[in-house]
């Protein structure tokens, strides 16, 4: 079969290998589609501490059930369409045990420690069954949408634990494709305001096609002054760091209102995660700040529902579409910023 394998840092092509077996107890899925994140593109050049080589990345997969084990128990039926998430928990630290899936401390990832979606075909072991993330796919959703359920999974994690809810003013600072998906998802839960701020216009002015009522082009406006304006000097209710950038979560910090919630949801470079944040905005206005970097089994759910719905855009979303063969032109298009996602089809 044709996959992506890498053989070291920076260092990786698409070629033939040989086509996985059935693994026991789980299936063979022939994949239709798998979406590029910026976690993949950050694996290829920079390695991960959990990737040995060679790897096939790829963990944003949607396929068909092609073969399944024979000792396989679960209930998913040969010619399903299923999408895959990544997320392979242990089920049996305190924090599984609590539903708390997400820190679990025992987690694998498909496309880490098992091969991934890059490829015609991909082996889902049992372990992802029992206590994984994995969903069917509803007949009206195309595969390349289908892929999005990872990345929205993370997203519906994050406004759950915020709360937000009618009446809200959602800041989202950051408005690439996981910023997007907030703003969805926030006026889907009834926010009464949902404001935008990004240093990139193209990128603002995609976002808006997402339902964002206010944009702030904070690399030529004045972030602080602009939510003051807009909310007469009281702040924000909550507020959304979408990006990878520390000096975005002290801003975060400065402008949320009084008893205001700050999701931390994009994570720094680890040799640049002390931002400077003033601790005594915390305490004296009473803020609710948090961090969120994935899901459990129910949000993937969740996040199928939503792109099912509509309520996530899918159509929007998915900007670029290439064939495996196409992974290099694709890449090169991620990483100039002028797509929101793209989606590889072996």
Known sequence: ????????????SVTDKEKP???????????????L????????????????YPRTIGHEVCGIVEEISDSYSGDYKYGERIA???????????????????LC????????QWDGGFAEYMAIPKEAFICGSISRVPDTMKDEHATLSEPASSCVNAQEKAGIGMGDTVL????????????????SRGAKRVIVADVSADRLE????????????SAIENLQERIAQITNGKGVEVIITANPVGATQVQAVELAKKGGRVVFFGGLPKDNSRPGIDTNLIHYKGLHVMGVSTFNPRHYRLAVEAISSGKIPAELLVTEVFKLEDFKKGLEIARSGKALKIVFMP
């Open 1 to 12: 079969m044709r996959a992506l394998v890498l053989t070291g840092v920076g260092e990786f």
């Open 21 to 35: 077996a059935c693994p026991v107890g789980g299936i063979l899925i022939k994949v239709k589609a798998c979406g």
């Open 37 to 52: 994140c910026g976690s993949d593109i950050r694996n290829l050049f920079n390695g991960h501490q959990h990737i040995s």
């Open 84 to 102: 895959v998430g990544p997320m392979v928990y242990c089920g049996q630290c305190e924090f599984c045990m609590s539903g708390r899936h997400e």
């Open 105 to 112: 401390e025992s987690t694998r990832e498909l496309g880490q």
């Open 172 to 187: 989202i600072i950051g408005s690439g494709p996981i910023g997007c998906m907030h703003i969805s998802l926030a006026k």
């Open 206 to 217: 995609l976002c808006k096609k997402f339902g964002a009522d206010i944009t702030i082009n």
